[in-house]
T-cell receptor
């Protein structure tokens, strides 16, 4: 029973390039969340999606960041024109229902911007 | 002010000791409370939910004080494997799915 799968686990980009992070939720889960964790800091909520819909994007930076969760395929977090400050661990989590405190997290994607 | 505040530590305690963490939250409308555990460079995992009446899971006891807006976690007879960062987590209301995470308290259990 596979858990939340994220890839790539590690990604290195130069300033100005694009980063695409993928997340496949646990089987049977239709709710997906993206969180960002900067070094020595806590997890910061970015966006909450259900299939084909963005439910809450209050934590997403206004520019360069976008997320989607298409009907088929994984959820994608896309960062355009990356800057050094985007270097962080990006965690995806999924849940079976909306009103639950139990989120199942993937192992994270660690982005390094040179 | 952060919505969820924790002492980042680190806490260094000997094996077998009892250790307690506190966490405060600023939004009085918060409805649900949890403790997550995160090992170094790993993903967070749910440790336990926190109920107003207090709840216990083996060596772990969680308490909620709504009036003071703080949450506590007590670990008895600590083991080396308890070394981790403990994250205090709050959800504002039933309609809001977003979980708000504290910075985490780092705990190291020494042999």
């Amino acid at each position: 029973n596979a858990g939340v799968m994220q890839n790539p686990r590690h990604l290195v980009r130069r300033r100005g390039q694009e980063a695409r992070l993928r997340c496949s939720p646990m089987k049977g889960h239709s709710h997906v969340y993206w969180y960002r964790q900067l070094p020595e800091e806590g997890l910061k909520f970015m966006v909450y999606l259900q299939k084909e819909n963005i439910i809450d994007e209050s934590g997403m930076p206004k520019e360069r960041f976008s997320a989607e969760f298409p009907k088929e395929g994984p959820s994608i977090l896309r960062i355009q024109q990356v800057v050094r400050g985007d270097s962080a661990a990006y965690f995806c989590a999924s849940s079976m229902s909306r009103n639950t405190g139990e989120l199942f997290f993937g192992e994270g994607s660690r982005l390094t911007v040179l | 002010r952060k919505e969820v505040e924790q002492d980042p530590g680190p806490f260094n305690v000997p094996e077998g000791a009892t250790v307690a963490f506190n966490c405060t939250y600023s939004n009085s409308a918060s409805q649900s409370f949890f403790w997550y555990r995160q090992d170094c460079r790993k993903e967070p995992k749910l440790l336990m939910s926190v109920y107003s009446s207090g709840n216990e899971d083996g060596r772990f006891t969680a308490q909620l004080n709504r009036a003071s807006q703080y949450i506590s976690l007590l670990i008895r007879d600590s083991k080396l494997s308890d070394s981790a960062t403990y994250l205090c987590v709050v959800r504002r209301d039933q309609g809001a799915q977003k979980l708000v995470f504290g910075q985490g308290t780092r705990l190291t259990i020494n042999p």
